[in-house]
């Protein structure tokens, strides 16, 4: 059963209660008027019946005039809903606009969710993450043959030529580094490259020695020639032991220079030109196109050879990627608090934009349906709680009717 019909039968059921409440007091009210003569508490009765059936046909009458004439006449000021269809349409709209669509309004609701959060707990299971990789690299040999197709091929590469023209590659390389910056992986970078040049370093200390000494002067003792590479090698390797420091000079120097070329990235023109212009060169080159299309031809053969295989070695390193993913934004709040902050800033920005178009379809909805269909989807919502009114009408009229009688009965 459909939830229209569910609705129906409520309404339905709520209507006979109501109606039957006031059959139920017009004849309590005969009964009472008929046995009234030397019975004078009965008399109570009747008030009360009297002026239930009142207050149950005044808010039958207000609560029909909402959705249609009463008995089908057409009294002024009924049928409120059909005749000012259009208008409810409007202000429904507009309600919408103003009271839920606002940026504060969608911000406020979207940092109640925890995007990052949850997408981690998600990829955190093995389930989840094989699914997607098993989606992903299945999709793969459908991608590669249109691309070997030349005109798909000629598109895809206008289209992507028309979206790189489009996104602002400084800004964009700022925000890579704020992740990086926001868990301190540029820290974890950093570290990683000076124990590659400290390792570099000792495994080529004969070469280093040998060049030091082939620079020296013929007429410098190789005692003294022997001392200074010593002295050299001590010298970097101190220097690459205050950098790993957390607590080094050089580390409030390195944390420096990044904020500061995340804020120049972030604001500055001439990054983003010296970026552009990098870009262009280098795609536009002809011999870089040449390459591009050697080195695409032989990874697209490699791909569509290993996509088509059960075991997937593409499917397996994707799965492990995304399992890696989940767990490193898991264990990393810096970063989840970082993503989180920039989808709900996105989104709120979005939606708000598009308001505009989701307002008018909400006003081209209604203004398309029909008088009675409109009447009818608003009296299955609203017209069971309506009945309550003429019980309540009809309760709370002969409370008042009881009150009135007894008064007069003072007097």
Same mark, same amino acid.
């Given at each position: 059963?459909?939830?229209?019909?569910?609705?129906?039968?409520g309404?339905?059921?709520?209507?006979?209660?109501?109606?039957?409440?006031?059959?139920?007091?017009?004849?309590?009210?005969?009964?009472?008027?008929?046995?009234?003569?030397?019975?004078?508490?009965?008399g109570?009765?009747?008030?009360?019946?009297?002026?239930?059936?009142?207050g149950?046909?005044?808010?039958?009458?207000?609560?029909?005039?909402?959705?249609?004439?009463?008995?089908?006449?057409?009294?002024?000021?009924?049928?409120?809903?059909?005749?000012?269809?259009?208008?409810?349409g409007?202000? =429904?709209?507009?309600? =919408?606009?103003?009271?839920?669509?606002?940026?504060?309004?969608?911000?406020?609701?979207?940092?109640?969710?925890?995007?990052?959060?949850?997408?981690?707990?998600?990829?955190?299971?093995?389930?989840?993450?094989?699914?997607?990789?098993?989606?992903?690299?299945?999709?793969?040999?459908?991608?590669?043959?249109?691309?070997?197709?030349?005109?798909?091929?000629?598109?895809?590469?206008?289209?992507?030529?028309?979206?790189?023209?489009?996104?602002?590659?400084?800004?964009?390389?700022?925000?890579?580094?704020?992740?990086?910056?926001?868990?301190?992986?540029?820290?974890?970078?950093?570290?990683?490259?000076?124990?590659?040049?400290?390792?570099?370093?000792?495994?080529?200390?004969?070469?280093?020695?040998?060049?030091?000494?082939?620079?020296?002067?013929?007429?410098?003792?190789?005692?003294?020639?022997?001392?200074?590479?010593?002295?050299?090698?001590?010298?970097?390797?101190?220097?690459?032991?205050?950098?790993?420091?957390?607590?080094?000079?050089?580390?409030?120097?390195?944390?420096?220079a990044?904020?500061?070329?995340?804020?120049?990235?972030?604001?500055?023109?001439?990054?983003?030109?010296?970026?552009?212009?990098?870009?262009?060169?280098?795609?536009?080159?002809?011999?870089?196109?040449?390459?591009?299309?050697?080195?695409?031809?032989?990874?697209?053969?490699?791909?569509?050879?290993?996509?088509?295989?059960?075991?997937?070695?593409?499917?397996?390193?994707?799965?492990?990627?995304? =399992?890696?993913?989940?767990s490193?934004?898991?264990?990393?709040?810096?970063?989840?608090?970082?993503?989180?902050?920039?989808?709900r800033?996105?989104?709120?920005?979005?939606?708000?934009?598009?308001?505009?178009l989701i307002?008018?379809?909400?006003?081209?909805?209604?203004?398309?349906?029909?008088?009675?269909?409109?009447?009818?989807?608003?009296?299955?919502?609203?017209?069971r709680?309506?009945?309550?009114?003429?019980?309540?009408?009809?309760?709370?009229?002969?409370?008042?009717?009881?009150?009135?009688?007894?008064?007069?009965?003072?007097?």
């Amino acid at each position: 059963m459909t939830a229209e019909a569910v609705q129906a039968q409520g309404l339905a059921r709520m209507r006979r209660l109501a109606t039957g409440l006031l059959l139920l007091m017009a004849a309590l009210f005969v009964v009472a008027k008929l046995l009234e003569p030397g019975r004078p508490a009965l008399g109570f009765v009747a008030a009360f019946a009297e002026a239930a059936m009142v207050g149950a046909i005044a808010d039958w009458f207000a609560v029909t005039a909402l959705f249609r004439h009463p008995l089908g006449l057409p009294i002024p000021h009924t049928a409120i809903i059909p005749a000012n269809k259009e208008r409810i349409g409007n202000n =429904l709209a507009s309600f =919408l606009e103003q009271n839920f669509m606002s940026y504060d309004v969608v911000h406020g609701e979207l940092s109640r969710i925890d995007f990052t959060g949850a997408a981690a707990q998600w990829l955190a299971h093995p389930g989840n993450a094989r699914a997607v990789a098993q989606e992903v690299s299945s999709a793969v040999p459908v991608l590669l043959r249109m691309a070997n197709d030349k005109d798909a091929a000629d598109v895809l590469g206008q289209a992507l030529e028309g979206a790189m023209r489009n996104v602002k590659l400084a800004p964009l390389l700022s925000r890579l580094l704020s992740v990086l910056a926001a868990g301190r992986q540029h820290h974890v970078l950093l570290e990683n490259l000076l124990r590659l040049v400290a390792d570099a370093l000792e495994r080529h200390r004969p070469y280093i020695r040998q060049k030091v000494h082939d620079h020296s002067p013929r007429w410098l003792p190789k005692a003294i020639d022997e001392k200074f590479y010593e002295r050299l090698m001590a010298g970097v390797q101190s220097t690459l032991d205050d950098m790993q420091g957390e607590d080094s000079e050089w580390r409030a120097r390195f944390q420096s220079a990044t904020e500061e070329l995340i804020a120049n990235l972030a604001t500055s023109d001439e990054y983003e030109q010296k970026l552009r212009g990098l870009l262009d060169s280098t795609l536009g080159h002809p011999m870089f196109r040449s390459y591009m299309g050697q080195v695409w031809d032989d990874i697209r053969q490699r791909l569509l050879a290993d996509t088509s295989k059960p075991d997937s070695r593409i499917a397996a390193h994707l799965e492990q990627a995304l =399992l890696a993913l989940g767990s490193a934004l898991a264990r990393n709040p810096a970063v989840q608090h970082k993503l989180n902050a920039w989808i709900r800033t996105f989104a709120a920005d979005t939606i708000v934009a598009k308001r505009v178009l989701i307002v008018d379809l909400v006003r081209r909805v209604i203004h398309s349906w029909d008088t009675d269909t409109l009447t009818r989807k608003l009296e299955l919502h609203v017209g069971r709680d309506l009945q309550y009114i003429r019980i309540n009408g009809t309760l709370v009229g002969g409370m008042v009717g009881l009150l009135l009688h007894a008064v007069g009965l003072l007097f």
